[in-house]
């Protein structure tokens, strides 16, 4: 049973999940919600963004952007905004999946597990580049079931485990992602995937999104408690005013 508990408002949590459900019967707008605007990312709206991110990639990963197309199956539900950047007609959310990709790409996992999948989005952007591997989503009871429908209809066919963050199966996978999430929980939770999920893990890729202090500290020292080698690196391109960071995990000691 999850221990543990959300740093987010609350107020807000619930508006993202009433969100959720009713996405669950009608894709046709969810992602212009006030609900996932707060708890996805405001600045996921802007073309600034959109342009960051494409300028990044198309310097350092254009084999990611030269397949664009196979991406932009994430803009098809939920009306997102959409930019055209350099004859490229994709929204900042989907161009942000990829730049996620391109930071864990060169571990070319066969198996990922998502702490907070959220609708689906990274999941699916990175099992278009691998086919062949299998994704585990974990969440909530209401985002898991909206991203079981979404990934239903955008990626058919595709190796997907879903878990409710009460009823996990521990596993061994070759790579976990926590995209502005796990840094979001308190001790408890943050303990809780160590054991559960993160210790099972050859290889972690963790955005975080709360400022230097005691919890990014303490997220940080069972990081290390686990893997040999924890590079942090500050978040580029920057998606807002926040001094966000992304933590690269290696050499996991206890599969050992």
């Not at 999940?17 to 996921?44: M, P, Q, T």
């Not at 790579?175 to 308190?186: K, M, N, R, T």
């Not at 926040?242 to 000691?253: D, E, L």
Request: proline share 4%; charged share 25%; glycine share 6%.
């Amino acid at each position: 049973m999850f221990e543990g508990s959300w740093t987010i408002n609350k107020d807000s949590m619930n508006v993202y999940l009433d969100e959720c459900v009713s996405a669950r019967e009608n894709l046709a707008n969810f992602k212009r919600g006030k609900g996932f605007s707060k708890i996805v990312g405001n600045d996921l709206r802007r073309e600034s963004v959109a342009r960051s991110f494409m300028n990044y990639l198309r310097v350092n990963f254009p084999e990611l952007i030269s397949r664009a197309d196979l991406f932009k199956a994430n803009d098809i539900y939920g009306a997102p905004y959409i930019y055209s950047l350099y004859g490229v007609d994709i929204s900042p959310g989907t161009l942000r999946y990829m730049k996620v990709l391109s930071d864990i790409i060169h571990f070319e996992p066969q198996s990922v597990v998502e702490i907070g999948s959220g609708y689906g989005g990274q999941a699916l952007v990175i099992t278009k580049w691998f086919e062949d591997a299998q994704y585990t989503l974990i969440d909530l009871q209401e985002p898991l079931s909206l991203a079981k429908h979404y990934l239903d209809q955008t990626c058919p066919g595709g190796n997907f485990v879903y878990f409710s963050t009460d009823d996990i199966e521990v596993r061994n996978y070759d790579l976990v992602i926590s995209d502005y999430c796990l840094s979001e929980f308190d001790e408890k939770g943050v303990d809780f995937y160590i054991d559960h999920v993160i210790k099972h893990c050859k290889y972690g890729y963790f955005s975080v999104n709360v400022p230097e202090g005691e919890r990014r500290n303490y997220l940080l020292t069972r990081l290390r408690e686990v893997f040999d080698e924890v590079k942090v690196a500050d978040e580029y391109p920057k998606t807002s005013h926040h001094p966000n960071i992304a933590i690269t995990c290696s050499g996991n000691r206890v599969l050992r």
